[in-house]
């Protein structure tokens, strides 16, 4: 069973209630979640949901997931904290659409994945236009060509205007720009040359991550569950292998987690010794109050929605028909966001995460739609 990082106080705020009275509205309300869509598909089996944070343009954009949930609830849950998260997202990179994010409840056995897939694409197309797919984690290009044969809304397609369709590499490279943002802050140097960087998770994001950090000459720890995803990384790039459970305490620069959400916590933060983190995993603070937390403990936390929003400006570029140099500008500016956030941040005695979510805010709340 894939971890789900469903953390009911944050989604309830501090209110015990919400969890215990198992009302879904108020679930809904906390969050902020304008609609919440079931679909339950008898002849493949596929049970999704599409969570829709905000609308703007007339639409909202966010992947597709599709891992094992423990229940309805829990997939409901994270399906409603995803979409809030690429509303941020979506706003602090200043992406014409709203946010939301679908899941797929990932049944033992997927018979057919093409039937299972294109059910799914018939559930995106009835909700005409105001949720725009993609691929995310569980999903590949190849799931969302097969979807785009039913319904144009739809992105991480393959080869289209000349762009891969897959997310990722293009999630990494914004990572090493907003690395860069938080070496330049944190420690005054403008090359990573030297540091050492430990990457919780090399999968699609950490390990091209890894890549481009070597290529720097950065020194990496490196952990997964997957032992053929550490070989690679010990191979290719000298990568020192631990434990999943040694990472937090790994004397380095940066700690880069790549893997799950709600990872940073009371029991993990107190174990840190690195100066910055700084990863792709989305929702990584367990509560937004550990933002403060590690800013007390002295170590610069670089939002997440705000490091990880390559893949995103990548996929509204490539449902858009934008140019590969746009694209790359666009991810290039994640380097000055950083700063902007750390600055405000260390200006008004702030934790970055509330900074960015307020950001964030003045970005995008204006412009929103019903
Ligand atoms: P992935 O599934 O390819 O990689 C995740 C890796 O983490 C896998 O190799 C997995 O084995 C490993 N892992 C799982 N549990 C672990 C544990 N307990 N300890 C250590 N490693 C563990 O996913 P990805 O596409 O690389 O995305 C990584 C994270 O970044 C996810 O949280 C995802 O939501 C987020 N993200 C991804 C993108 C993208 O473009 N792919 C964009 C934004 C955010």
């Known amino acids: ?130 949720y725009i797919t993609a691929k995310d984690s569980g999903t590949t290009v190849a799931d969302m060509d097969l979807v785009s044969t039913i319904t144009p809304y739809v992105t991480s397609v393959s080869s289209k205007n000349g762009i891969d369709g897959d997310p990722s590499p293009f999630t990494a490279y914004g990572m090493l720009k907003g690395i860069e943002a938080c070496v330049k802050y944190k420690l005054n140097r403008d090359s990573l040359d030297g540091l050492h960087v430990a990457i919780q998770g090399v999968g699609y994001v950490g390990y091209d991550l890894a890549k481009l950090l070597h290529a720097r000459g950065v020194r990496l720890t490196v952990t997964d569950i997957d032992e053929k995803a550490l070989r690679r990384c010990e191979e290719e790039f000298g990568a020192v292998i631990v434990h999943p459970n040694e990472i937090y305490s790994i004397a380095c620069d940066i700690f880069a987690p790549c893997a799950l959400g709600a990872i940073l916590n009371d029991k993990t933060i107190p174990q840190l010794r690195a100066k910055i983190v700084a990863g792709s995993a989305n929702n990584q603070l367990a509560l937004e109050r550990y933002g403060l937390a590690l800013r007390d403990r002295g170590i610069l936390y670089a939002p997440d929605f705000a490091i990880n929003s390559g893949g995103l400006i990548q996929a509204v570029a490539l449902y858009r028909n934008e140019k590969t140099d746009e694209i790359m500008a666009n991810i290039d500016f994640i380097y000055h966001r950083l700063l902007e956030i750390f600055e405000r941040a260390d200006r008004e005695g702030r934790a970055t995460n509330k900074v960015a979510i307020d950001i964030a805010k003045e970005h995008t709340l204006a412009h929103e739609e019903r």
């Open 1 to 130: 069973m894939a971890a789900v990082d469903v953390s009911y106080e944050e989604i309830t705020g501090s209110s015990k209630n919400a969890y215990e009275s198992d009302d879904l509205f108020q679930l809904i309300e906390h969050v902020g979640v304008r609609d919440l869509h079931f679909k339950h598909d008898p002849e493949t089996g596929l049970k999704a949901i599409v969570a829709i944070h905000s609308i703007k343009s007339g639409s909202s954009l966010g992947g597709c997931r599709c891992i094992e949930y423990p229940s309805t609830r829990a997939a409901a849950i994270d399906a409603m904290r995803l979409a809030r998260g690429m509303t941020y997202k979506s706003a602090i990179s200043n992406t014409p659409y709203g946010g939301s994010k679908a899941v797929i409840m990932k049944p033992a056995e997927i018979r057919d994945r093409a039937a299972f897939f294109e059910a799914f694409a018939r559930f995106v197309h009835e909700l005409g236009g105001r």
